[in-house]
T-cell receptor, first 114, second 116 residues
Framework: KAGVTQTPRYLIKTRGQQVTLSCSPISGHRSVSWYQQTPGQGLQFLFE???????NKGNFPGRFSGRQFSNSRSEMNVSTLELGDSALYLC?????????????FGQGTRLTVV | EDKVVQSPLSLVVHEGDTVTLNCSYE??????LLWYKQEKKAPTFLFMLTSSGIEKKSGRLSSILDKKELFSILNITATQTGDSAVYLC????????????????FGTGTQLKVEL
């Protein structure tokens, strides 16, 4: 079955602009999480959505927001881009249930802010 | 604040060597510890550990969790050049039994390079 799909794969934006990234989870997965990966900070949790509701949020400013649609697809939006937002943004999807299940990652979107 | 620390930061070994990667953690409401391998972009899942003392194995890779001492190790035996990657340890924390991906806290990873 298809894995987690993120689009676009690469993006170059100018400071001050905004950007929207998309993530389609594995079919049947209802939880979608977003992570930012930079060389200095490693992988950092942004937020998690389940059934169109944000369940968890990391320590990022309000410029970072997201949403989830009824088909579990998720979008992440960053407004007023800063140079420091340049990073690999990874999305992960997982099943939800009483047992712990692993998260599967997409290939990521490489965002460069100039 | 949840914290995951991995050591060593980087490691260079020769093919055939055995390596042990370490991961220690301090999190609230621990649910599971996961190991991922990241070669280029997408981290790929290796193991998920929830119970102490039970070793998980997959080929030349194995891992074990100690919930009392709050650490885990990942062993790779008979290393190959294809094992070269960043190995990430992540801990899942959460208050409800609602499945994976629930706020993973990652370590900074161990960069492993296997030379011929």
């Amino acid at each position: 079955k298809a894995g987690v799909t993120q689009t676009p794969r690469y993006l170059i934006k100018t400071r001050g602009q905004q950007v929207t990234l998309s993530c389609s989870p594995i079919s049947g997965h209802r939880s979608v999480s977003w992570y930012q990966q930079t060389p200095g900070q490693g992988l950092q949790f942004l937020f998690e959505y389940f059934s169109e509701t944000q369940r968890n949020k990391g320590n990022f400013p309000g410029r970072f927001s997201g949403r989830q649609f009824s088909n579990s697809r998720s979008e992440m939006n960053v407004s007023t881009l800063e140079l420091g937002d340049s990073a690999l943004y990874l999305c992960a999807s997982s099943l939800v249930g009483r047992l712990n299940t692993e998260a599967f990652f997409g290939q990521g979107t490489r965002l460069t802010v100039v | 604040e949840d914290k995951v620390v991995q050591s060593p930061l980087s490691l260079v070994v020769h093919e055939g060597d055995t390596v042990t990667l370490n991961c220690s953690y301090e999190v609230t409401n621990f649910r599971s510890l996961l190991w991922y391998k990241q070669e280029k972009k997408a981290p790929t899942f290796l193991f998920m550990l929830t119970s102490s003392g039970i070793e998980k194995k997959s080929g030349r890779l194995s891992s074990i969790l100690d919930k009392k001492e709050l650490f885990s190790i990942l062993n790779i035996t008979a290393t190959q050049t294809g094992d070269s990657a960043v190995y990430l340890c992540a801990v899942e924390a959460g208050g409800r039994l609602t499945g994976g991906g629930n706020k993973l806290t990652f370590g900074t990873g161990t960069q492993l390079k296997v030379e011929l």
